[in-house]
Each structure stands twice: as C-alpha cells, then as structure tokens.
C-alpha cells in the first residue's frame, strides 16, 4: 500500500543573557523563547500489526505459519497541526566567598505551556461525560473544544504549568589552600517539559480522527471476523473536515481510546553530586564522589482498561475468561485499549565513582575510572504507546531494576608517546623516533533483563505477564563451556507459565545476561620528512583486540520454546582491523 509520511516543521528560538561583574559576583540573568509548530500527514499502521505468542498450538512460529494471530491492530491515516510556545528565565551568582571557597547560587523558571492542536484532535477519558463536540462519540471521550466543565483545559486538555521554578546550588572549596585538595557538590532541580514531536501526537489516535482497532484470536485471513466486527471490516475511514460532519461521524465500537491524565505535570529530575580531588605529586590525581538524581513525574503511558478475569467454568464446563472472549470483559467492554497518557512514572540513581588520572609527563597519559552503581525504577515504557505494567491496579509491583542498570564498570585509557632513541642521524631517526602507542579497556557487568511468560494467562488482554518461578535460575557458570552457557544461560527448568488469571509472580529485571569486556588498541609512527616541515603519520588501529566474543542477553520469553534460555545475539564485533596514512603539509 506504500508509506508516504509528510511532515513540515518550524522552531524558531531566540535568547539572550547579560553578565555583570561586581566584587567578588559574576551574575548572569538571562531568558529564552522556544515556539515550535509541526505538521504531519501519517500513514503508520495502514496495513495492520500481527502478533503471535503460541496460544494456538503451543508454538508461536506454528501459529505464524497458520495465520493464528493473538492480536491484530490496524489503523487509518491521520492528521495534526501543532503549536507550542516554551520560554524560560533565569538567574545565577557565581560568588567568590574567598580565595579557597567559591558558591554558585542559581535560580531557573520555565512555565510549562502544553502544545495547542489547531483542530482540537486531543482526547480525554471522563466516564459518564457525553461530548457536545460530537454527538455520536463514545461515552466518556470529551475533545479539545468541547464545553464540559470537567475539562482540565478546553483548548490544549494539559493544564499549564505556572510553579516551575528550579533551584540551583553548588560549591567548590580547596580545604588547604594549596591547590592540592579540591571539594566540590551540587544540587540542581531540571524541568523536562514535553515539547512537540512524537510523543504529543497521541491525541489523534482517537475516533473520529483516527480509527484505531484491536481484536484478539484471530485469523490473518480474516482478521475482522471476530466480535464485535463479526466480518464487517471498519476501514476504509475517511475522518470529518467541517462543523456539520462532526455533529453526524459515527463511531465503532470497539476502538482504541487515547487520552491525557487529568494530573499531567511537567517531569522533573532532582541531581545531587559531592566528590573530593587530591592532586598527588606533580601529575596524579585521585578522586572519588557520589553521584545521584531521582526522576518524578516521568512521561508514560498505561492501558487501564484491561480485561477482568473471571473465574469458573459455564455450564457447559468451558473457563469464563478466554483470550476470544477478552473484549466482553473490558472494563468499558465498548472500547478497545484505554491509552492513558501520563506521568506517574518515577527513578532513582545513586552511584559511588572513583578515577584515577595521570596528566602528561614522558610522554605518558593515563585515565581511569571504575563506577558502582545501581537504577531502581518503575519498569514500564518511558514514552508513548506503551501498555504500561503487568497490572494497571497494581503498578508498584512492576517496580525493581531499571533495564539500563549496570552495576560495575571499569573504562581505563593510556597514550603513550615513546622517548627519541636516536638523536642524530637523519636516516636512522626517522626510523626509530616518532613512535607512539594508545588503547581503552572497557569492562561492565551484565545488564537485566525479564522472564516473560509469552502468554495471555492473565487474560487481562495487557501482554506482559511473567513466568512463575519455581525455583532456583542460577547456574554455576564457571564449571560450564561457553557453549553450554549459551545454550543454557539460566535454569530454564525454574520457570513455568503463571496460572491461568495471574500476572506471574516472577519479578521485573530479576535475572543479568553476559558481562562485557572489550580492548582496543592503536600503534601510531609520526616521520617528520622535507626538512621536518612537513609529516607522514602512520596509524594502526586494532579494535577488540583479544577478539573477545561479547553475547547480548538471552532469549527470556517461556513461549519461545528450545530457544527459551539461549543466547543468539551477539552485541560486540570481532577483531577489526585498520590502517591509515596521513600526510599533512
């Protein structure tokens, strides 16, 4: 069918900053202006989204191969038009207490002023509202430009956001007054507003801009088979474009609904920092800090109209929650999923990093650092479309390691420029002088990941059930091959699939895949040639040196059959090689 996305954008920014210098201050006031407009024609998701998990046969490649998809999702094309004005002022005091002790005092104010759709194509979830705007839509969907008193806002639906101001503190103090010792902290509080692009173009997936379906249990060859279509295909969909069509536009049941939370708020990320420096001899210098921020209100979005499971069996003995019969146990069975954009969503990270450095003498540099460190969070999908956690009722269950967790890390890096061996002697120098060596040793311990179940258990429609655990996942890695731990990189036998109505009672990010090492190495010569005016630099670059193999994580999906537990993927590249020759004159 093609895919002809058209967009035009415009982002004009202006800005200015004044600094006096009084005495012991350096202040700075400042502001900034940011309006951005935006405008897309898309065609995303015109010819459908197939999935399937094995519920069929047991297998999700059989399944594929029948045709047996566990969900469906097809669209229409849609349209926006957007704008968005962001300004921000700020003021900061760089104060030399004394020679040993300097403060930086700070103050930033950024009012939040959410994206303006010229059509009002936004959304808003309001049980039992009815829409002015269109006669005919859904129960419970309000519009932008709607007049219903239970609107945050009528024209943009996110309030604006006027109590935005961000601290800023931080310190530097040379406790000896030597030089030698240095202590240095911070605090600052930074403003994350959701600015135009794809993350605010969710308002549009909403009847009757843009129809958007779900069925479940289905076959490719049919998709629209199923209730509540029952073979009565929804598209081809051509949206409304004046006033009179709005007050007639029918809509279907069974649609996706997309709205904003009534408490939208601009997200935030506290840091805080405090390390010491102590310069030892003439070129080491040694330093160790904490380093921490915590994220609030972060941006995502949940589905909270899941399926409710119901327990039993009919009369005639079948079970009362199937995954064909999902949609009838919706919470709002005359809708599809309820997308509910939000920021409800938060972090922390807290870090202990150590480095080591060696400024340049005989012609050797060395830096090293190693960190420990660990992010907690709430794991679910930091953007738009997302399904939100396991559980809608319960989120804080889905709270736990963050994917980007890396616990250790080492990266250390060396230049080292070789001494002149012969100082005269134009022939032998120019062989033996200029000779140069460089490398960088990275190593950090894996990174987590989730036992899904791969299946519908739950019956809740959301997906993201995990297995149930039954006992323990560690191997002992040491006593095992390499192709051993990629068969095998867990105890896939402590897994199962979770019991029929239950999210799973494995945790999120419970399990580490591979640690990654890696070395790269670089041998340079520089010949000085023509009366040493000009320079020939021969480089030689060896990257993975060692042509270490480093795996990504394993297959953690229980549905996937042998291939649950194994390792397929393969993160680094083998040994490269390269050379160069640059003359420069």
């Given at each position: 069918?093609?895919?002809?996305?058209?967009?035009?954008?415009?982002?004009?920014?202006?800005?200015?900053?004044?600094?006096?210098?009084?005495?012991?201050?350096?202040?700075?006031?400042?502001?900034?202006?940011?309006?951005?407009?935006?405008?897309?024609?898309?065609?995303?998701?015109?010819?459908?989204?197939?999935?399937?998990?094995?519920?069929?046969?047991?297998?999700?490649?059989?399944?594929?191969?029948?045709?047996?998809?566990?969900?469906?999702?097809?669209?229409?094309?849609?349209?926006?038009?957007?704008?968005?004005?962001?300004?921000?002022?700020?003021?900061?005091?760089?104060?030399?207490?004394?020679?040993?002790?300097?403060?930086?005092?700070?103050?930033?104010?950024?009012?939040?002023?959410?994206?303006?759709?010229?059509?009002?194509?936004?959304?808003?979830?309001?049980?039992?509202?009815?829409?002015?705007?269109?006669?005919?839509?859904?129960?419970?969907?309000?519009?932008?430009?709607?007049?219903?008193?239970?609107?945050?806002?009528?024209?943009?639906?996110?309030?604006?956001?006027?109590?935005?101001?961000?601290?800023?503190?931080?310190?530097?103090?040379?406790?000896?007054?030597?030089?030698?010792?240095?202590?240095?902290?911070?605090?600052?509080?930074?403003?994350?507003?959701?600015?135009?692009?794809?993350?605010?173009?969710?308002?549009?997936?909403?009847?009757?801009?843009?129809?958007?379906?779900?069925?479940?249990?289905?076959?490719?060859?049919?998709?629209?088979?199923?209730?509540?279509?029952?073979?009565?295909?929804?598209?081809?969909?051509?949206?409304?474009?004046?006033?009179?069509?709005?007050?007639?536009?029918?809509?279907?049941?069974?649609?996706?609904?997309?709205?904003?939370?009534?408490?939208?708020?601009?997200?935030?990320?506290?840091?805080?920092?405090?390390?010491?420096?102590?310069?030892?001899?003439?070129?080491?210098?040694?330093?160790?800090?904490?380093?921490?921020?915590?994220?609030?209100?972060?941006?995502?979005?949940?589905?909270?109209?899941?399926?409710?499971?119901?327990?039993?069996?009919?009369?005639?003995?079948?079970?009362?929650?199937?995954?064909?019969?999902?949609?009838?146990?919706?919470?709002?069975?005359?809708?599809?999923?309820?997308?509910?954009?939000?920021?409800?969503?938060?972090?922390?990270?807290?870090?202990?990093?150590?480095?080591?450095?060696?400024?340049?003498?005989?012609?050797?540099?060395?830096?090293?650092?190693?960190?420990?460190?660990?992010?907690?969070?709430?794991?679910?999908?930091?953007?738009?479309?997302?399904?939100?956690t396991r559980s809608p009722f319960l989120p804080n269950l889905d709270y736990g390691v963050m994917p980007e967790d890396i616990t250790h890390r080492v990266i250390s890096s060396f230049i080292y420029q070789m001494p002149r061996w012969v100082s005269d002697g134009k022939a032998l120098a120019r062989v033996t002088n200029g000779w140069g060596t460089e490398g960088i040793v990275n190593w950090q311990s894996g990174v987590p990941f989730t036992v899904r179940s791969g299946q519908d258990n739950s019956r809740s429609g959301i997906g993201l059930d995990t297995a149930d655990q039954v006992g323990d996942a560690s191997l002992l890695s040491g006593d095992r091959s390499l192709q051993n731990k990629l068969a095998k990189w867990f105890n896939t036998a402590a897994f199962q699939a979770n019991a029929i109505g239950t999210i799973g009672s494995t945790g999120i990010n419970t399990l580490r895949g591979?640690?990654?090492?890696?070395?790269?190495?670089?041998?340079?010569?520089?010949?000085?040639?023509?009366?040493?005016?000009?320079?020939?630099?021969?480089?030689?670059?060896?990257?993975?040196?060692?042509?270490?193999?480093?795996?990504?994580?394993?297959?953690?999906?229980?549905?996937?059959?042998?291939?649950?537990?194994?390792?397929?993927?393969?993160?680094?590249?083998?040994?490269?090689?390269?050379?160069?020759?640059?003359?420069?004159?």
């Open positions: 069918s093609g895919f002809n996305w058209r967009n035009g954008r415009n982002n004009p920014d202006i800005s200015d900053e004044l600094t006096i210098i009084r005495g012991k201050h350096t202040v700075s006031i400042g502001g900034d202006y940011q309006y951005s407009q935006i405008w897309n024609r898309t065609p995303y998701g015109i010819d459908g989204a197939l999935s399937f998990n094995g519920q069929f046969t047991g297998n999700s490649i059989a399944d594929f191969l029948l045709g047996d998809m566990n969900t469906f999702t097809q669209q229409s094309t849609n349209a926006e038009d957007l704008r968005q004005s962001r300004p921000a002022f700020y003021l900061q005091d760089d104060y030399k207490v004394r020679p040993t002790l300097t403060l930086n005092i700070g103050l930033r104010y950024e009012p939040y002023f959410p994206y303006f759709e010229t059509k009002g194509r936004e959304g808003f979830w309001a049980p039992g509202q009815q829409s002015t705007r269109f006669p005919n839509a859904t129960p419970g969907l309000l519009f932008a430009f709607d007049n219903n008193p239970v609107l945050p806002n009528k024209n943009t639906i996110i309030n604006k956001g006027w109590k935005n101001f961000a601290p800023r503190l931080g310190f530097a103090w040379d406790p000896g007054g030597t030089g030698r010792w240095s202590v240095r902290g911070g605090y600052g509080l930074f403003y994350n507003g959701l600015s135009i692009g794809i993350r605010t173009i969710r308002g549009i997936y909403n009847q009757p801009f843009t129809r958007v379906f779900t069925v479940f249990s289905t076959n490719i060859a049919q998709p629209y088979a199923v209730a509540p279509f029952n073979g009565n295909a929804p598209f081809p969909y051509s949206a409304p474009t004046t006033p009179a069509e709005e007050k007639t536009v029918t809509f279907s049941p069974g649609a996706n609904v997309v709205g904003w939370d009534r408490n939208f708020a601009t997200p935030y990320t506290q840091s805080y920092t405090l390390s010491v420096q102590r310069m030892f001899g003439q070129n080491w210098l040694v330093q160790a800090g904490y380093i921490g921020s915590k994220t609030t209100k972060q941006f995502d979005s949940h589905n909270i109209n899941p399926a409710i499971y119901i327990p039993g069996t009919n009369a005639s003995g079948q079970p009362l929650s199937t995954t064909a019969n999902t949609q009838a146990r919706r919470v709002y069975p005359t809708i599809g999923n309820l997308e509910i954009e939000s920021t409800d969503a938060y972090s922390n990270y807290n870090s202990l990093q150590m480095g080591v450095d060696k400024r340049t003498s005989k012609g050797l540099t060395i830096m090293g650092s190693y960190v420990y460190s660990k992010v907690l969070g709430l794991n679910v999908p930091l953007g738009e479309g997302g399904g939100g591979p640690r990654l090492t890696n070395i790269d190495l670089a041998l340079t010569k520089s010949t000085k040639v023509f009366k040493d005016q000009q320079n020939v630099l021969f480089r030689a670059e060896f990257f993975n040196l060692l042509n270490h193999p480093n795996f990504g994580n394993p297959n953690s999906n229980l549905s996937s059959g042998a291939q649950f537990g194994r390792i397929t993927t393969n993160v680094g590249t083998p040994r490269n090689i390269e050379f160069s020759l640059r003359y420069s004159f």
